[in-house]
């Protein structure tokens, strides 16, 4: 009960993504930051950031491993010095938040409005799509993935954090290739255009003949996979009222993690009864379904930026 009343307050998640209220806060207030022209840059270089935490903390996988062989430890207690490590470093990301300037409120005016029924209807369509994507996500997860390479392959954490660690650098360094390319040929193209490669590529992983083969493919798949990142965040601020931007940000992001937190428990459901590698060919289907149906309802409905 103390373990779920801390992770409910603090906001915390294993799933290794940000998906609490403080990522939907943020998402309302970086537009006002800068001009609707730099407003997906913008949320590419907050994506950069938030993958190189997620990088250096997948390095940090490794750490139980380096403290049985390198500090002599059991194995239960190389995995509570880690947890005391991981909870020092959420800690600390609270005292950043109190550096914040208070330059992004608005004016000491509302920032979060009931939507408008020209907005709700844009909202709520958005919002169940991302749900889809969300769900297909869910059956991808690092624990899924390492669990995957672990059976598969026979990989232990000593090579499974380097390996996630490389993956949020290719990550990060998608976020701006997307800023780059909506600047050429729009956001939802971008959405649409590069997901559905990464989800065809992450397919061909189960039928790997080997580790290296099955590695690289993971990795050009990840390349990839969040250049929709940015490009999603940027959008559904975009096609809303300034003070609308909260709500929105919240339905979509609410959507997402309900998926998100249902769809583990399937995927491990259809590894034990099915095959070990069937959410990785579910995930990427659910996620192809999404681009097909965010391409026909959203590529009318372009962002300020791209009407002028």
């Known amino acids: 009960m103390v373990v779920m009343l801390s992770v409910f307050i603090g906001m915390l998640n294993g799933m290794g993504r940000d998906r609490g209220a403080g990522l939907t806060v ?23 950031v938030v993958d190189a935490g997620h990088a250096l903390g997948s390095l940090l996988g490794a750490l139980p491993a380096l403290l049985r062989t390198q ?25 950043c938040v109190l550096g914040l300037s208070r330059a992004v409120e608005r004016d000491g005016r509302r920032t979060s409005t009931p939507l408008s029924p020209s907005s709700r209807r844009v909202v709520v369509k958005f919002a169940a799509l991302s749900g889809l994507d969300s769900l297909g996500g869910g059956f991808l997860t690092t624990a899924l993935l390492g669990y995957w390479f672990f059976r598969r392959f026979g990989v232990d954490e000593a090579l499974l954090g380097p390996l996630f660690f490389v993956v949020r650098i290719l990550n990060g360094l998608s976020h701006l290739g997307a800023a780059w390319l909506a600047k050429r040929i729009g956001l939802v193209n971008t959405m649409v255009w ?22 690289t493919l993971f990795l050009i798949r990840e390349a990839l996979v969040e250049m929709d990142v940015p490009t999603r965040q940027s959008y559904i601020v975009a096609v809303v ?10 339905i979509s992001n609410l959507t997402r ?17 099915l095959s070990l590698s069937a959410p990785l060919l579910a995930g990427p ?5 999404y681009d097909v149906l965010l391409y026909r309802a959203f590529r ?9």
């Open 194 to 215: 590069t997901h559905l490669p990464s989800s065809l590529l992450l397919m061909t992983v189960p039928i790997a003949p080997n580790l290296p083969v099955a590695i």
């Open 71 to 95: 500090g002599g430890l059991t194995p239960l207690e190389s995995y509570r010095w880690t947890w005391v490590v991981y909870s020092a470093i959420c800690l600390m990301a609270g005292f």
């Open 285 to 289: 289907g659910l996620k192809i379904v």
């Open 26 to 48: 943020e998402q309302a207030m970086l537009p006002r930051t800068t001009g609707e022209a730099q407003r997906t840059s913008v949320f590419a270089w907050y994506n950069v």
């Open 257 to 273: 993690s309900v998926a998100w937190a249902v769809a583990p428990a399937v995927a491990g459901s259809l590894m034990r009864t």
């Open 241 to 250: 009222r300034d003070e609308e931007r909260t709500r929105a940000a919240g």
């Open 300 to 308: 009318h409905l372009k962002p300020p930026e791209e009407k002028a």
